[in-house]
């Protein structure tokens, strides 16, 4: 090992706390010291090289090293490195940004409150939503349902919106106020019902929370369009329109968290074009500037942001970096190269189902995998015991963490969740890598299988 590592696991090892590890045995194996990205890969300071099949995490949507990005930050850093949006004051890049932006979302959406991430985008959702309901004169209506096993951040409030049941063992999560109901997770939940069945069943269940806590009480639902950090799971078709039927029915705002499933992920802009519904809140990040500077931020509709003007006086609400112009004119660049490179269009009419059917063709009759979902650049393989059955392994999480460890080992970074490798790879990649991260994938699998024997 070079001694450079060595010297970068030291000071980690004195000095930081990494995210969802036991700090104390990463200690001792080491982390990984990534030194470079360019495109679809990465190296690490020994000089391995590793195809990125998770996009860092889910966020480098234009792949690694772009010099549009990085010279649009330079540029702006030297013109007007900071300046903010409180009280009376704007700048050129970020209405630069909104314009772009609002360009590319339905027209039903018209304002944004510009955050540093997807937790925070989150929390600016809380305050917001029930300040709207205040100036809607229905300062009753304060409870928020998300999903078990629906991720959100990791903030106090975006936790507790989050399902994640770990995360809230550790200190007293969920705030009071937040609700939750089970997720379309048909593989693990669906027992006898067709997925079509389940997915109703489902989105009834919030119907039936909604009546149980008064609609009156409740001011929003809140949900990602596909789970993300919960294991890529689709919802069945029926799902969604359900979903919307009842929030119209009683007036509970939909609130679709897009912070993964934004800007290209699934092919098309945002994930809820792709499952065809229409939310009234958009959270979004990562993607927004493929994760070269920090930037997120809470999305509006019209109708929600017309009362909050017109009605709303005052918001006491504000970020130190909302809309920061070095953010700002990164997300721009971003945004136009996926524009007018016809990124996004290729990811939905060419190497997304390029990606889907190879996968499809190399797993769907692996002894493994129980099934397969995705669409555009995201995928799930679901590991399974018994497929005719839909068994899970018992020690399921064990086996999906063997393989990760096996795909870097193979030179590839895929994601294990409880059950299910997931991948998501940059939104550039050609049809030879997707050759060679499904190629790099298939050892993994393959490797883990001959240990289960
Ligand atoms: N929402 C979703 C759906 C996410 O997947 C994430 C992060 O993975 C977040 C919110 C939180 O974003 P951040 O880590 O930028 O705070």
């Given at each position: 090992m070079s001694t450079s590592t060595q010297r970068y696991q030291a000071i980690d090892a004195a000095h930081h706390i990494h995210a969802f590890v036991?700090?104390?045995?990463?200690?001792?194996?080491?982390?990984?010291?990534?030194v470079k990205g360019e495109g679809v890969y990465l190296w690490d300071s020994e000089g391995?090289?590793?195809?990125?099949?998770?996009?860092?995490?889910?966020?480098?949507?234009?792949?690694?090293?772009?010099?549009?990005?990085?010279?649009?930050a330079s540029q702006q850093m030297a013109q007007l490195s900071y300046y903010n949006m409180f009280f009376h004051t704007t700048h050129p890049a970020v209405n630069e940004l909104s314009e772009k932006l609002f360009d590319l979302l339905p027209g039903h959406y018209s304002h944004v409150v510009y955050t540093n991430s997807g937790s925070e985008a989150n929390e600016v959702l809380i305050r917001t939503v029930r300040?709207?309901?205040?100036?809607?004169?229905?300062?009753?209506?304060?409870?928020?349902?998300?999903?078990?096993?629906?991720?959100?951040?990791?903030?106090?409030?975006?936790?507790?919106?989050?399902?994640?049941a770990f995360m809230h063992e550790m200190g007293g999560l969920p705030i009071p106020g937040v609700e939750h109901i089970g997720e379309p997770y048909w593989y693990a939940h669906g027992g006898e019902l067709s997925p079509a069945a389940f997915g109703l069943k489902c989105a009834q269940e919030l119907e039936a929370r909604i009546l149980a806590l008064g609609a009156d009480k409740v001011a929003a639902f809140v949900a990602e369009p596909f789970q993300g950090a919960g294991g890529m799971i689709f919802p069945p078709e029926s799902y969604w329109p359900e979903i919307q039927r009842i929030c119209r029915k009683y007036d509970v705002l939909l609130c679709a968290d897009e912070v993964i499933g934004g800007f290209g992920r699934t092919g098309e802009w945002f994930a809820h074009q792709h499952f065809?519904?229409?939310?009234?809140?958009?959270?979004?990040?990562?993607?927004?500037?493929?994760?070269?500077?920090?930037?997120?931020?809470?999305?509006?509709?019209?109708?929600?942001?017309?009362?909050?003007?017109?009605?709303?006086?005052?918001f006491a609400h504000g970020l130190t970096y909302s809309g920061h112009p070095v953010a700002a004119a990164v997300a721009l660049a971003n945004l136009n190269a996926l524009d007018q490179e016809g990124i996004v269009t290729r990811t939905r009419n060419d190497t997304g189902p390029y990606l889907q059917k190879s996968l499809r063709e190399v797993f769907d009759r692996h002894p493994l995998v129980g099934e397969i979902q995705g669409t555009g650049m995201v995928a799930a393989l679901q590991f399974c015991e018994d497929k005719a059955s839909r068994t899970r392994f018992a020690n399921e999480a064990d086996i999906t963490w063997r393989c990760r460890t096996h795909g870097?080992?193979?030179g590839v970074i895929i994601r294990s969740?409880?059950?299910r490798m997931i991948m998501a790879p940059a939104l550039v990649i050609s049809h030879a890598q997707i050759d060679e991260l499904i190629d790099k994938t298939r050892r993994a699998v393959d490797r883990t299988a001959a240990e289960l024997g």
């Open positions: 036991d700090q104390k045995a990463l200690n001792q194996e080491g982390p990984r010291v990534m391995k090289q590793y195809l990125d099949g998770m996009s860092g995490l889910w966020c480098t949507n234009i792949g690694y090293g772009r010099r549009d990005l990085i010279s649009a300040r709207y309901w205040d100036v809607m004169g229905q300062p009753e209506k304060k409870i928020f349902i998300g999903r078990h096993n629906g991720y959100h951040g990791s903030t106090v409030g975006s936790a507790s919106l989050g399902g994640m065809g519904f229409e939310p009234d809140t958009l959270s979004i990040a990562k993607g927004l500037t493929s994760g070269y500077v920090p930037m997120g931020g809470l999305v509006l509709s019209k109708r929600m942001a017309d009362a909050l003007v017109e009605r709303g006086g005052v870097f080992e193979e969740t409880a059950g």
